[in-house]
């Protein structure tokens, strides 16, 4: 027996070299006795996704079911008509209504996506799905995919927060709740209110919008 399971070892750590060497963790599999890690937490919350908890093994299909519903609705601009003369003179207004208008919410996408910043809206966008999340285990599973969208410092999407907003969130993803990033999300939209949102209502592309609008409503 004891010759059978060192035969077995030697097996595991041929695969495991050679999924280290290919880039690649290799995902480990139930055995008769053992009892399966995943009812437990078996490490912490380990965002740097480089230890081989069973978290991570399998987080790629966890992921492909989680991001469809964050990220689906927000990968694309938003379906909504055509904006209206008067809607867009209402965004030069306020934020705020610029942000309660799906056409000024693409609108305004569309311009920070010049300026390499959409990832702001994504994750603004992404936490107000996630906020009428009522399942709980849906909502740990988004609020993992959020994390590592746009929190996590590895993540090319990550959004600008400062630290006593991480270290509150870091401490919420022990026990994520439809709240986990409501500070995160407030922060956000305050930094794109004050510094994102003056520019593009002074960029062409409002004042081109908004001249077009003029030129085909039936007032002018």
Not at 1 to 30: F, L, Y
Not at 103 to 118: D, K, M, Y
Request: glycine share 4%.
């Amino acid at each position: 027996m004891g010759s059978e399971r060192m035969e077995m070892r030697k097996r595991q750590m041929s695969v495991q070299q050679e999924s280290a060497a290919g880039g690649t963790a290799p995902a480990q599999q139930d055995q008769p006795g053992q009892a399966n890690p995943r009812g437990s937490n078996a490490c912490c919350f380990c965002w740097c996704c480089c230890c081989s908890c069973s978290w991570n093994e399998d987080r790629d299909d966890r992921n492909r079911k989680a991001s469809y519903d964050v990220k689906e609705g927000t990968t694309d601009c938003e379906d909504c008509p055509k904006p209206t003369l008067e809607e867009v003179h209402s965004w030069g207004q306020s934020f705020d209504k610029l942000m309660c208008c799906p056409a000024g919410r693409n609108a305004f996408r569309q311009f920070l996506r010049t300026e390499f910043s959409e990832e702001n809206m994504l994750f603004w966008l992404a936490c107000e799905e996630f906020r009428k999340e009522t399942n709980k285990s849906m909502i740990e599973e988004k609020a993992r995919v959020i994390y590592e969208d746009y929190i996590s410092i590895l993540s090319p999407k990550e959004v600008s927060l400062d630290s006593r907003v991480r270290e509150t969130i870091n401490r919420n993803m022990q026990e994520p709740t439809s709240h986990t990033f409501d500070d995160a999300q407030l922060q956000i939209y305050t930094l794109m209110q004050r510094d994102s949102y003056p520019r593009y209502m002074n960029s062409p592309a409002y004042k081109n919008l908004l001249n077009t609008l003029s030129e085909q409503s039936p007032e002018s």
